[in-house]
């Protein structure tokens, strides 16, 4: 029975990925800085510091640590948080295999589709470069470095580019339901921004994938292979959810004033392919916006 040991595992895509992994047998610890009970460990990844008993014999560490993206305002504190959770759960584990010796068979560390910029039309693969230079680029690319310097220790790395998750517990589609429900279709700007999404179950799968064949490793992008426009996505949800609703725009001046530098969050288009993944052998199981969000919502 493989063990997986997993930072992170609290969170929206850390909780599914659990259980997931126990539904195949797998036997799973937890990093967090309040362990309660049997399998959770105690780390602190602002010292550096963790319970490396978690190691022992451990075949797989996932690392989906680090503060949100998008649940404050970008100050210039927030803004140090979001890439130093990154960077110092990363350097926290690298550190406990040098010093332990200990060298998983697979190191899997999150990413995301920020790290290609406001990339508009074109169509993103893995070997692109950031289109410009902003703070989501820098943080991605900090944290990719960072999965990096585990791959130097000799460790089998892969880094997933994640986008946008959808699930009904929480993340970006939660948010688009609220509106909704009052009849409100809100998208933003001129409604025609790319949007890659993909299933959580589908990214808790990208993880698994990765563990169980030895051949993946380096950069994937983790969406589904059809991106939708934002407004199309926020048509797709209110069918979905068979809610008639009032279609408008918010209008791209007021997402800047009201959220600032992180409105790129969601005004900016990635329209990224999924085509390395495909090649590969991964397997969908939610490839269609429609089937997807039929089985969230």
């Known amino acids: 029975m493989p063990t997986v040991l997993l930072a992170g ?65 970008w100050t210039n504190a ?19 295999f ?7 068979k697979a190191y899997l560390s999150a990413s ?13 693969t893995e070997a692109d470069s950031p289109v410009e230079q902003s703070f989501m680029v820098e943080c991605c690319k900090q ?13 089998r790395t892969v880094k997933f580019r994640i986008g946008i998750v959808l699930a009904k517990e929480g993340g970006a589609l939660a948010e688009f339901v609220k509106p909704l429900r009052l009849g409100i279709g809100g998208y933003f700007g001129n409604g025609q921004a790319w949007y890659s ?31 939708a426009r934002n407004k199309d996505l926020i048509k797709s949800i209110a069918s979905a959810l068979r809610q008639p609703a009032l279609f408008i725009p918010a209008p791209t001046f007021g ?3 009201v959220f600032g530098e992180m409105s790129a969050a969601i005004l900016n288009s990635n329209r990224v392919s999924a085509e390395k993944a495909l090649k590969a052998g991964f397997e969908y199981e939610f490839p269609a916006l429609d089937e997807a969000l039929k089985q969230i919502l």
């Open 9 to 73: 595992g609290t969170g929206l895509i850390g909780t599914r990925l659990a259980e997931m992994l126990r539904a195949k047998a797998y036997s799973v610890r937890i990093l967090t800085r309040t362990p309660k009970q049997a399998g959770q460990f105690a780390w602190n990844p602002s010292a550096g510091t963790m319970d490396e008993a978690a190691l022992q014999d451990v075949d797989f560490v996932v690392n989906l640590a680090g503060a949100g993206i998008a649940e404050r305002r």
């Open 78 to 96: 927030r803004k140090r948080e979001i890439v130093d959770s990154r960077l110092r759960s990363a350097h926290t584990l690298r550190d406990a």
């Open 98 to 104: 040098q010093r332990t010796g200990w060298r998983p």
């Open 112 to 124: 995301a589709i920020g790290y290609y910029g406001n990339s508009g039309e074109r169509l993103m």
């Open 143 to 155: 944290w990719e470095q960072a999965a990096d310097e585990i791959a130097q220790l000799g460790v």
């Open 197 to 227: 999404w993909i299933h959580r179950d589908d990214v808790c799968r990208f993880f698994i994938w990765a563990m169980e064949h030895k051949a993946v490793e380096g950069v994937f992008n983790a969406v589904a292979p059809q991106p």
């Open 255 to 257: 997402l800047h004033m």
